[in-house]
């Protein structure tokens, strides 16, 4: 029997319906309509092109004059390790320096693997240079910075004048440096290099970078501002910034990649990630290279950086810890203290009443009527009071301050640890700035003990690991900065580690 037309699906139906049929037809013709109407109003025009950051790089001055070839030669061996070297007294006097000339830097752009086994080929101090290199300063750069910001930057280029050219091998020849620390320091550079990462950044625990597993004793950090920061530090302690110098690309690499993790706040730039030692050691870093290079564009990255640590400042104790508002400790607020100086002098605004707070933290944690320090109580051991009296140098105290002078003496007498590499690298910088008397002995034993214990072969090569249980969560990539730094201790000397900087107040 047939299924009357009553009797069809209400499917079937619907689609016979003359009504339904003409609301397809007219959606699907509103549809072509609103198409053409939007390609009609479509904008062709092209869009402005976005400048990166550390790329725009400004152009020099006519007229400037190339600066001259950077550094020393590294034409002598590194010498052995000494048997007894954490129990021999200090020696006499530090070993003379042979007549230093200019010098010979790898190129960073060299193939840093054989080709057979691609494993990284030991530095070599006796081989022939890679190229020359000029470092070339203009002064646009700074021209802008004045003009768009207001901000007058007065130190710029002169305050950091050690780190280039033949000024550079000179401060190391007369300040206790030699051939050899100067080679160590460019195959701790070569080591740095090529442990970046893909994105510019360099992590504690060597993730993203060409080292695939090769290298022992990872970090175990996370921050990444921190991890990068202290890896640029080197780099531009040897004269290299995102403007020019033989690692220029990984310098500009490393910048654009730390600005990029600014978070703005109303409190201003965070670059803590988890800790405000991610934010000193970034403030520290950019404040070094705008104090170079007079880039305008790191201008309101420092600025705000400071402003930052202003407001994350303890207001009651007066010092920085963990997170902001924290009761300080004694590290963390040496790098603020650090970066603050430096941002001062490259031509940031710091507030009094922050430095005020950090000497009112500073005498909470002092004994021995401020010759020791520390780390968040009353104390006097070694490591925290040498951060201590650094601190007490850049906040003020004079070099002729008795606590100063025998806190020093104290620290001193010993000679320098042998595996501490962060007691060493800030008792370095104290006894070069006060140029103590027993700064020759200290350092000649400090120098080679460091350069001894760099790796020589393998991926490994050109790297430091210590037995420090205080740095130990950095890895080879925090002690490699740390002991790189320590060596450049002789023309590095930031503006906030020049001896006028000892005597003069914020």
Known sequence: ???????????????????????????????????????FLLDTRRPEPVRPLVLRFGPAAAGDAPLADVGMAADAPQPDPPADAAAAPL????????????????APDAPLFDAPGGVLEPFDPTGPPARAVS?????APRAAAAARSGTVIESGTAAFAMRRGRSRG???????????SEAAVEAGLAWLALHQAADGSWQFDLSGCRCD????????????????????????GAGSTHVD?????????GIYYLVSRMQPTPRGGDFCEGTMYGHGVTTLALAEALGMTGDAMLVPYVRDAVRF?????????????????????????????????????????????????????????????????????????????????????????????EPLQRGITNL??????????????????????????????????????????????????????????????????????????????????????????VDREF
């Open 135 to 139: 470092v070339r300063f203009g002064s």
């Open 412 to 501: 001193a007498k010993p000679g320098p640890h042998p595996s501490n590499i962060y007691q060493n690298f800030y008792l370095s910088q104290a006894l070069i700035q006060l140029d103590h008397p027993v700064w020759p002995r200290w350092n000649a034993r400090n120098r080679d003990q460091i350069v001894a214990q760099q790796a020589k072969f393998g991926h490994e090569a050109g790297s430091w690991f210590f037995a420090d249980r205080d740095t130990a969560p950095g890895g080879r990539l925090a002690h490699t900065a740390l002991a790189v730094l320590t060596l450049e201790v002789y023309y590095r000397l930031l503006p906030i580690y020049r001896e006028e900087a």
């Open 309 to 401: 640590i202003e407001t994350a400042q303890d207001l009651h104790g007066g010092g920085w810890r963990y997170l902001p508002g924290q009761a300080g400790d004694v590290t963390v607020t040496a790098w603020q203290i650090a970066a603050l100086k430096s941002a001062a002098l490259a031509g940031m605004e710091v507030p009094s009443p922050t430095i005020d707070g950090a000497r009112r933290f500073l005498d909470r944690i002092q004994t021995q009527h401020g010759a020791a320090y520390g780390y968040r109580t009353p104390a006097a051991k070694p490591c925290t009071s040498a951060i201590g009296l650094l601190c007490r140098m850049y906040t003020g105290w004079g070099s002729t301050q």
């Open 1 to 39: 029997m047939s299924r009357e037309p009553a009797d069809k699906p209400w499917i079937e139906r619907a689609i016979e319906s003359p009504a339904l049929r003409a609301g397809y037809a007219s959606l699907v013709t509103h549809l072509l309509a609103c198409i053409l109407l939007a390609l």
């Open 245 to 253: 110098g033989p690692y220029q690309q990984a310098v500009s690499r």
């Open 170 to 180: 000179a401060a190391a020849k007369a300040r206790g440096g030699s051939t050899a």
């Open 213 to 236: 597993g090769a290298c022992r004793d990872r970090g175990t950090l996370t921050g990444s501002t921190a991890s990068t920061a202290i890896a640029l530090l080197p780099f531009l």
């Open 91 to 106: 020696a006499d006097e530090a070993p003379a320096i042979e007549e230093v000339p200019v010098v010979a830097i790898p």
